[in-house]
C-alpha cells in the first residue's frame, strides 16, 4: 500500500507528536496526500512539552487553531526562586514583540496540543496509524522505499516521494546504516541535565508552578513536579534550569 488511492504516496510522517501533527496537517491544506504514523499506541497523556512559541501560534493560526490552543493554556504564569534562603517571584512569558498577535509564550500541555492537532487531522480524514513502526527504508531515484511494521506484525511496503522523521532527534534512523543516513540527520548528542518530570492528579490544596496561589497553566486536576540532578546543577546552574524548563 502506498496512498489510499495506490499512487505513490507524497509524505510518510514518522512521529505523532505535535510536530508531526502539525507538518501532516499544513501538507494536508497545501493538497498534499499524507500518512502519519507512530509506534505508541496512544497519544501522550502527560504535560510534557508546554512552552507554545509566537511564530507557532502564528502558523497554527493559518490551520484555524491558534485560538482553541490558547483557551485550553495560560499566558500569564508566575514562578517562584527559591535559592539561598531568598524567594523571588517572577512573571513569565510576555516578551514584548510588538509585529506579533501573540507577544507570549504560552504554556500549555503537550497532552492539548496533540489532541488539538490529532482532532483536526482527523476532521480532514487523516487517522494517525498507532502501533505502526517505521523499520527499514532506501532510496531510490524517485521516491524513499520504506518498510512499515504493523501492531500486529505485518510487514508493509510504502513507496513515498518524501519521508519525514518526526520521532526525536535520532530515533527514526536508529540501525539504519551510515550511508543511507542524510548528512543533515546526523546530529551529535551534547550532555544534558538529568531531569524527572511527573504529572499528578491534584487534591485539596491547589500545587503548581511557584505556590499554591499561583494560577495553573494545567486543569484543576492535574500538576506538574520536575526536579533536576543536585551534581548537574551544581556544575551548572543555568544549564541544570534550562532542562527543567524544556522537559
Not at 139 to 156: H, I, K, T, W, Y
Not at 182 to 192: I, V
Request: proline share 5%; net charge positive; with cysteine.
Amino acid at each position: 500500500m502506498t496512498a489510499a488511492n495506490g499512487d505513490l504516496l507524497d509524505v510518510l510522517v514518522v512521529g505523532a507528536g505535535p510536530t508531526g501533527l502539525t507538518l501532516a496537517a499544513q501538507l494536508r491544506a497545501f493538497g498534499a496526500t499524507v500518512r502519519i504514523v507512530d509506534r505508541q499506541l496512544d497519544r501522550v497523556h502527560e504535560s510534557r512539552a508546554l512552552g507554545v512559541q509566537p511564530r507557532t501560534l502564528e502558523v497554527l493560526r493559518g490551520l484555524g487553531l491558534a485560538e482553541e490552543l490558547i483557551e485550553r493554556g495560560n499566558d500569564a504564569v508566575w514562578v517562584q526562586l527559591h535559592a539561598g534562603g531568598r524567594v523571588v517571584r517572577i512573571r513569565l512569558f510576555r516578551l514584548g514583540l510588538d509585529d506579533t498577535a501573540y507577544p507570549f509564550l504560552l504554556l500549555v500541555s503537550q497532552a492539548e496540543t496533540e489532541q488539538v492537532l490529532g482532532d483536526h487531522l482527523a476532521t480532514g480524514g487523516i487517522l494517525v496509524e498507532r502501533g505502526v513502526e517505521l523499520v527499514g527504508f532506501h532510496a531510490d531515484p524517485d521516491a524513499v522505499a520504506c518498510l512499515l511494521r504493523n501492531r500486529d506484525g505485518r510487514p508493509e511496503q510504502v513507496r513515498a516521494r518524501y519521508v519525514v522523521g518526526c520521532d526525536g532527534a535520532v530515533r527514526w534512523h536508529r540501525g539504519q546504516p551510515e550511508s543511507q543516513i542524510p548528512a543533515s540527520c546526523k546530529m551529535a548528542t551534547a550532555e544534558r541535565c538529568r531531569s524527572v518530570v511527573t504529572s499528578m492528579s491534584r487534591t485539596g490544596r491547589r500545587y503548581g508552578l511557584g505556590s499554591p496561589r499561583s494560577p495553573s497553566p494545567w486543569p484543576a486536576s492535574r500538576s506538574r513536579m520536575a526536579s533536576a540532578d543536585r551534581a548537574v546543577l551544581d556544575r551548572n546552574p543555568m544549564a541544570g534550569l534550562a532542562a527543567i524548563s524544556s522537559a
